[in-house]
């Protein structure tokens, strides 16, 4: 079993940063890629951003050029820093991992946190 902890998200002003983290935790897999998604109240659940183990890494539009996506492997840790928040950017945020088990390569299975919420609110 795998399990993905965010943290790090509160309110804060508009124009202002935030930084949020990913745990992820449990034994015998390896982490293809790692990412951010987030929902707005009335709304679905969007790509915030999202990077995989090569290292490529993609964007939101909305949030693209304001957003940035890291990884720790090591770790097993993924950020998300947020930059020039707008209240539009007010949601909750999800972790998500696509997990490969390190005995079987062909069995892959996606996770999600509980997902935390950031308000942009002055």
């Known amino acids: 079993q795998v399990q993905l902890v965010e943290s790090g998200g509160g309110l804060v002003q508009p124009g202002g940063s935030r930084r949020l983290s990913c745990a992820a935790s449990?034994?015998?897999?390896?982490?293809?890629?790692m990412g951010w998604y987030r929902q707005a109240p009335g709304k679905g659940r969007e790509l915030v951003a999202r990077?995989?183990?090569?290292?490529?890494?993609n964007y939101g539009d909305s949030v693209r050029g304001r957003f940035t996506i890291s990884r720790d492997s090591a770790k097993k840790m993924a950020y998300l820093q947020m930059n020039s928040l707008k209240p539009e950017d007010t949601a909750v945020y999800y972790c998500?991992?696509?997990?490969?088990?390190?005995?079987?390569?062909?069995?892959?299975?996606?996770?999600w946190g509980q997902g935390t919420q950031v308000t942009v609110s002055s």
């Open positions: 998500n991992a696509l997990v490969r088990k390190v005995s079987d390569p062909t069995w892959t299975k996606n996770y």
């Open positions: 449990g034994s015998f897999f390896s982490l293809d890629s």
């Open positions: 990077s995989t183990s090569g290292g490529t890494t």
